[in-house]
């Protein structure tokens, strides 16, 4: 009876410690699969910094031979009476913000927006005419975010959406879009545009140029 005793003791003292060792090397298996893991996320994160870096400086470049087309069209047309340009600050973010508004001969003007934001939500607004000796019109969008969203939206003199875009983190966003107006649809495109920039907590920049002749 004493020895049945002893070696149901020693079962039962074997059956915990095989238990024990299969959990210690479970656990151990759960933290080198957790450490690979975050391991794994550290890299995907540096690798997307790495990305937006990238696409940042692209985004700079294209803004900065953006602006070298702009002088030198106004360089080109310096000699156009009644041209003026009228640079002057947009939106509630101070540094990289700025509107530019130019205006050549009576059928010919320009509008650019431009800002950046770190963070912010703000929404605001604007108006530009479109008159009636004008044939084309063209619009133009490119913008990237880091974080939350920046929405674009250009109405028509009556008020419906001519175009509305938001731009995310999703991707970096290049639009742009021509049109002839003829006599039958000029009702339709001639008098006062209006156009409504939003964002939301927005980590990025845009540019916004409607152009018409």
Same mark, same amino acid.
Do not use: C
């Given at each position: 009876?004493?020895?049945?005793?002893?070696?149901?003791?020693?079962?039962?003292?074997?059956?915990?410690?095989? =238990?024990?060792?299969?959990? #210690? =090397?479970?656990?151990?298996?759960?933290? *080198?699969?957790? @450490?690979?893991? @975050? #391991?794994? !996320?550290? $890299?995907?994160?540096?690798?997307?910094?790495?990305?937006?870096?990238?696409? !940042?400086? *692209?985004?700079?470049? @294209?803004?900065?031979?953006?602006?070298?087309?702009? *002088?030198? #069209? =106004?360089?080109? /047309?310096?000699?156009?009476? +009644?041209? $003026?340009?009228?640079? $002057?600050?947009?939106?509630? /973010?101070?540094?990289?913000?700025?509107?530019?508004s130019?205006?050549?001969?009576?059928?010919?003007?320009?509008?650019?927006?431009? +800002?950046?934001?770190?963070?912010?939500?703000?929404? &605001?607004?604007?108006?530009?005419?479109?008159?009636? +000796?004008?044939?084309?019109?063209?619009?133009?969008?490119?913008?990237?975010?880091?974080?939350?969203?920046? /929405?674009?939206?250009?109405?028509?003199?009556?008020? @419906?959406?001519?175009?509305?875009?938001?731009? +995310? /983190?999703?991707?970096e966003?290049?639009?742009?879009?021509?049109?002839t107006?003829?006599?039958?649809?000029?009702?339709?495109?001639?008098?006062?545009?209006?156009?409504?920039?939003?964002?939301?907590? =927005?980590?990025? &920049?845009?540019?916004?140029?409607?152009?018409?002749?």
């Amino acid at each position: 009876m004493k020895k049945t005793g002893i070696l149901r003791i020693t079962s039962t003292f074997l059956v915990l410690l095989m =238990a024990g060792f299969v959990l #210690q =090397a479970q656990a151990q298996t759960s933290q *080198e699969t957790q @450490k690979k893991q @975050k #391991q794994e !996320q550290e $890299a995907k994160m540096k690798e997307m910094e790495m990305k937006l870096k990238k696409q !940042q400086l *692209e985004q700079e470049h @294209k803004m900065v031979e953006l602006e070298r087309v702009y *002088e030198e #069209q =106004a360089r080109r /047309s310096s000699g156009v009476r +009644n041209r $003026a340009f009228v640079y $002057a600050p947009y939106g509630e /973010s101070e540094e990289g913000s700025y509107l530019i508004s130019s205006y050549g001969q009576e059928s010919q003007s320009q509008l650019t927006l431009r +800002n950046s934001f770190n963070g912010e939500t703000v929404n &605001s607004s604007g108006e530009f005419e479109v008159d009636e +000796n004008t044939t084309q019109f063209r619009l133009t969008a490119n913008g990237k975010v880091r974080h939350g969203e920046i /929405s674009l939206k250009v109405l028509y003199p009556g008020g @419906k959406v001519f175009k509305a875009l938001t731009i +995310n /983190s999703s991707a970096e966003i290049s639009f742009s879009q021509s049109l002839t107006i003829n006599d039958e649809e000029k009702k339709k495109y001639i008098g006062t545009w209006k156009y409504e920039v939003s964002t939301k907590t =927005a980590e990025g &920049s845009y540019m916004l140029s409607i152009m018409t002749h």
